[in-house]
């Protein structure tokens, strides 16, 4: 409903300093003895100035309340033959919320049309402020003409304009206008942004929250750079609007070009839907639609991928590719909501038609550090947390992505049940014992339809790809069987809970020393049921006369655990302990320092015979300082250190009173009594060359250094007991130096043959950022497998392989960037190495550009440079 200027309710404001005061008392007294004049000679009721400057409006809002016009001005004058009212000096008109600021405003009651002329400037109620060397509006302010407009809106936008023209204060149609979300330059307020459109029309309409160009203009520092006829984009308020998003382009030899334009449905303020329908030119139409929905308590999100490919003979035959396959695709869907300030419940699941579809379609893909071991990770959960305690439930679904996976091999793993809650004990309730007591509880339900092998020392792979590790010579005889093979997987169903209960309370005496004894149980029990027929196999008739041919049998798990389907074990394992540390404190005018010696002795019974019993989630055993002092030095439940052990070591810590810090820590482990569980190998040997397998073990050491801000260093190593040779060496370096951002990290590991790991493992990486000033920026990256050269030479199905370079790169990216708070532009190339088995090694060159316009849209192109063949001599057959 419009407003309109009325007589009865009218605020006036003027300046209250000084000659000014009496200036406007005076001009008030001869306002009023004009209008009394005037009202003497009118017959109808007396006005004031004010009266006719607001004459028209009065208005009730809608809860009854009638708007005000306030008034502040330095002068009012009244033309009574122009019937105009003008205000001088200052002015300051506040209506609804709006306040309209200028040198002079004039207000034409014949046309009901207010002009503000003179540093004019109007600021709305949303915080958008325009400026204009002229406005010519309606006396409610929502119509009219604008002058030399430029608006500066509270989403920090700006619009510019020759002329502006506002109706119904819904819409304002800049005339050769301009749009950008940049700031202007605070040095040069008339150098060009970044971007800006520039167009013959910009419409703005408040009721559709849209914006839209006619006849428009991208330009870059002022210089165009593309041109559309017409195009729109929601409000920049707007969070959420239905519509075309900014299109994604891809290029590859084996897809060819393509370009995705994303429609987005905001169907309710809870729910939306997104389909991009990506046109290929060689395969065909790639759909992709999202679901994502919203509730007070949580949200989910479903997406499905999928294409009816033209031409399937683009790709590699299986195993080295999806061979003839016609419909790929993928469906994944991801959600959590929560019950309570405690209690939450999700789901994170991927199902795809195949391994090499996210490659292949340029969907989004892992990172660097992770080329070499590639999985779909589904789970679903279950979770609570409180104060001293936490209960998680949970399922797992794998899907291998390597090229070396079969998905026989990975487990459906669920329910996986994990409790846990610490106690603390009040000595003056508990007869003076005091401490904390901990229960850890652990149920694990898993299937594995095909056992998982990994070949000891110079086992070759399948001679028919080159791909798979399967355990056989080289005349393609097997021999899965210990010590020529490890059974890392069990074929079949497998249970086991495990509890752990523990007690422990620190004691500090006069003298500062700290006594910590503790007490402890695991209590675990296990049942199997074998799998003994399943099996798979490979024939490859190209490889030689007779075909190669290479097979994986679950029957060969009777080598390992005997020709009973099923079995069942429990044990106990009580232990108890006492830790003691005693720090020394020293001040010094360098540094205040802190030595402490850490001494811990556990005795509990011997292992039960590991032999007997199946390790799944208990492989990853790194011996360094972190677990050091640890009761059971194995990473998961299924196995747990027995016998007598003494763990002792010092650690020392300078922190410099003029920044900085060092902190340094040696130990040692040995055995005192029983038997060693670390030289009881299991069906996956973790135990063996651990470093833990003797009776005094090998030196772990860590050393840490921040001489400031700017630089730390972290060296980690594990050195023999005897020779003090470097068994495991781990060195990272990072430096902040402003501009420059960088890390390096190098490691080192022995060659461990009893666990699969026939030559040492070796690596370099190193990446970078450097800020070339506010805005522009480099990156880099890259990773050298240094053990590449390593490998055996040898012969496997008739393909010689040889040696690689010392420097071997498994890895290298490149970027180059802008971002500022309107714009972000990123250039990105990376080149894999990838084993492709028999076949020649590659490696996959990609670069991609994405481009982000604040409020307008992102768009990317990603295109595959090709796979550029690597002629290093080394195929995947080569012993690892």
């Known amino acids: 409903m419009g407003r309109r200027w009325g007589p009865e ?104 049309r207010v002009f503000a002329e003179g540093n004019a400037k109007m600021t709305e109620r949303d915080g958008t402020v325009s400026y204009a060397t002229r406005f010519e509006l309606t006396d409610d302010f929502k119509d009219g003409f604008i002058d030399s407009l430029r608006a500066d809106t509270a989403d920090k936008t700006h619009f510019t304009a020759a002329r ?22 605070k040095n040069d307020a008339t150098k060009p942004p970044f971007w800006q459109i520039r167009a013959k029309r910009i419409i703005h309409n408040n009721s559709e929250q849209m914006i839209y160009y006619e006849d428009a203009t991208l330009e870059l520092y002022g210089h165009p750079v593309a041109w559309l006829p017409y195009f729109s984009t929601p409000d920049p308020s707007v969070e959420r609007k239905s519509g075309i998003l900014a299109p994604t382009y891809v290029y590859r030899s084996y897809i060819g070009a393509g370009v995705g334009i994303p429609i987005y449905w905001a169907i309710d303020p809870t729910y939306d839907l997104t389909v991009t329908p990506t046109f290929l030119t060689k395969q065909g139409l790639l759909a992709d639609a999202t679901w994502r929905q919203q509730f007070v308590n949580g949200s989910y999100q479903i997406r499905g991928v999928g294409i009816f490919q033209n031409d399937p003979s683009a790709f590699y035959a299986f195993p080295y590719g999806p061979g003839s396959r016609h419909t790929r695709g993928e469906l994944e869907s991801k959600g959590e909501f929560f019950i309570n300030d405690k209690w939450k419940f999700g789901w994170d699941a991927t199902l795809l038609s195949d391994r090499w579809f996210l490659q292949h379609y340029a969907m989004p893909t892992t ?31 794998f899907q291998g992505l390597g090229r070396s996976d079969i998905q026989a091999q990975q487990p459906l793993v669920g329910p996986v049940l994990d409790y846990n809650k610490t106690i603390d004990i009040k000595p003056e309730n508990s007869g003076g014992i005091g401490g904390q007591f901990e229960i850890d509880f652990n149920f694990t339900k898993m299937s594995r339809e095909l ?86 196999g490979w024939s490859n008739p190209l490889c030689g006369n007779p075909p190669c041919t290479s097979v994986i049998t679950n029957a060969s798990q009777s080598n390992f655990f005997g020709p009973n389907r099923e079995s069942g074990a429990a044990s106990v394992m009580p232990g108890v302990g006492i830790e003691y540390r ?46 050091l002092f640890d009761w059971s030095k194995y990473s998961g439940y299924d196995r747990f250190e027995g016998g007598t052990r003494a763990n002792y070591g010092a650690q020392f810590t300078a ?69 003090f040779t470097v068994r495991r060496l781990d060195l990272m370096a990072n430096a902040n130096l402003g501009r420059l951002e960088a890390s390096v990290q190098y490691a080192r590991y022995d060659a461990q043959p009893l666990l699969g790991y026939n030559v040492r493992r070796e690596g370099l990486a190193a990446n970078g950022k450097f800020k070339i000033d506010d805005n522009y920026f480099a990156t880099g990256s890259v990773i050298f497998d240094l053990s590449r050269h390593l490998y055996n030479s040898g012969n496997t199905g008739g393909v010689v392989i040889g040696s690689a370079p010392l420097f071997s790169i498994a890895g290298l990216g490149a970027g180059i960037g802008y971002s500022d708070e309107c714009t972000t532009i990123m250039l990105n190339y990376t080149s894999i190495y990838r084993d492709n088995g028999l076949l020649t090694p590659t490696r996959n060159q990609t670069i991609m550009l994405q481009l982000q316009l604040r409020t307008v849209g992102d768009t990317s192109f990603k295109s595959s440079l090709g796979d550029v063949r690597v002629q290093d001599g080394l195929s995947s057959a080569v012993l690892r």
């Open 9 to 112: 309710h009218v605020e006036t404001r003027r300046s209250t300093s000084g000659t000014t005061v009496m200036k406007h008392v005076l001009l008030a007294l001869c306002a009023i003895l004009v209008v009394s004049g005037l009202a003497a000679a009118l017959p109808a009721a007396a006005q004031t100035l004010n009266d006719k400057l607001t004459q028209r409006v009065q208005t009730q809002s809608p809860g009854g309340k009638t708007d005000r016009l306030l008034v502040d001005a330095n002068e009012l004058n009244y033309d009574r033959d122009k019937n105009t009212i003008g205000a001088r000096g200052n002015v300051q008109l506040y209506y609804q919320g709006r306040i309209l600021q200028a040198d002079r405003v004039t207000y034409n009651r014949n046309t009901n």
């Open 164 to 185: 502006a023209e506002r109706t119904a204060g819904e819409q304002t149609v800049f005339t050769n206008g301009t749009y950008t979300a940049c700031e202007p330059c």
């Open 367 to 397: 990172s660097l550090s992770a080329n070499y071991f590639q999985e779909a990770n589904s789970s679903i959960y279950f979770t609570g947390k409180g104060d001293r305690g936490y209960f998680d439930l949970r399922g797992f679904y």
């Open 451 to 536: 056992a998982s092998y990994e070949a000891i020392g110079a086992t070759r792979l399948d001679r028919a790809y080159g791909l798979y590790n399967v355990c056989e010579t080289a005349a393609g005889v097997p021999i899965y069987k210990p010590g020529s093979c490890l059974l890392r997987g069990f074929g079949g169903d497998y249970a086991r809970a495990t509890l752990n209960l523990s007690w422990k309370r620190k004691f500090i005496d006069p003298l500062g020393q700290v006594w910590t004894p503790f007490v402890f149980a695991h209590v675990n029990a296990t049942w199997a049921s074998a799998n003994l027929t399943n099996t798979t």
């Open 582 to 627: 005693y720090p020394f404190l020293a001040s010094t005018s360098v540094a205040n320092m802190v030595f402490e010696p850490i001494v811990q002795v556990i005795t509990r019974p011997n292992e039960n015979s590991r032999n007997q019993f199946i390790n799944e989630d208990a492989q990853s055993l790194v011996f360094d300082d972190s677990n």
């Open 655 to 723: 922190n410099f009173n003029k920044g900085g810090y060092f902190n340094m820590m040696v130990g040692q482990s040995r055995q005192l009594a029983g038997v060693n569980s670390y030289n009881t190998a299991d069906a996956a040997n973790i135990g063996l060359s651990s470093g833990l397998d003797s009776r005094a073990s090998d030196y772990v050491a860590r050393a840490t250094f921040a001489p400031n801000s700017m630089f730390n260093f972290v060296a980690k190593g594990r050195f023999d007991e005897k020779s």
